[in-house]
């Protein structure tokens, strides 16, 4: 099985994505000023998706992707630690970017199995390997997430990194869910969407 799976990995599914999807590309929401909502199923978000495990360093962890009717994309498998492994993730690059706005809070909506997952979002503005990083404890059934600036920080390798740029959330490119909890067993996660917004509620 490949470990990454780009845009003609995912021709299929892509379009299978673009003929149900009811979402614009980047669109701010005329009843929420300053939103961006971004489905996780639509090929109008976001370019391509590859899902990165530890099998890149010798582990043995695995997952796929697979869509859910057209609201959502389920991934789902297996973290294991055998051969220093234990992580499995799937990052999703954006179409296009996002507008220039002082956006100053992130939601995620998703329905998960209670495991700890890593929201993590990479910028032009940092090397190659370090994403600003939140951690979150799903709860079974959809729920959304909310993410401040301040929730983020700056990781390599599973390592704290230090110095890093100022996050601001509209130059983000990339946006990944890894699964690192460093528990053995299977995970399941559905993801619908994530919005950046201009409006604090948090």
């Not at 300053?34 to 199923?41: D, E, K, M, Y």
């Not at 199995?113 to 940092?126: H, S, V």
């Not at 996050?167 to 950046?196: P, W």
Request: proline share 4%; hydrophobic share 45%; charged share 15%.
């Amino acid at each position: 099985m490949t470990l990454l799976l780009r845009w003609f990995g995912l021709a299929a599914l892509w379009i299978c994505f673009a003929l149900q999807a009811d979402t614009i590309l980047m669109s701010v929401h005329p009843n929420e000023p300053g939103t961006v909502r971004l489905q996780f199923a639509s090929a109008n978000d976001f370019s391509y998706v590859q899902l990165v495990h530890d099998t890149v360093m010798g582990g043995r962890s695995h997952g796929t992707l697979q869509p859910v009717e057209a609201t959502a994309l389920r991934f789902s498998g297996h973290l294991s630690l055998a051969n220093n492994g234990g992580f499995a993730s799937a990052q999703f690059h954006l179409k296009q970017p996002l507008p220039a706005l002082n956006f100053q809070q992130i939601r995620l909506q998703l329905a998960a199995d209670g495991r700890r997952y890593q929201l993590r979002l990479k910028t032009p503005f940092i090397p190659n390997g370090v994403a600003y990083v939140a951690h979150f404890d799903s709860q079974p059934g959809k729920s959304s997430y909310e993410f401040t600036v301040r929730d983020f920080n700056g990781q390599f390798r599973g390592r704290a990194v230090a110095n890093m740029p100022v996050l601001h959330f509209a130059d983000v490119y990339q946006v990944s869910i890894m699964l690192a909890d460093k528990t053995t067993g299977n995970f399941d996660i559905l993801l619908y969407d994530i919005e950046f917004s201009a409006l604090q509620s948090i």
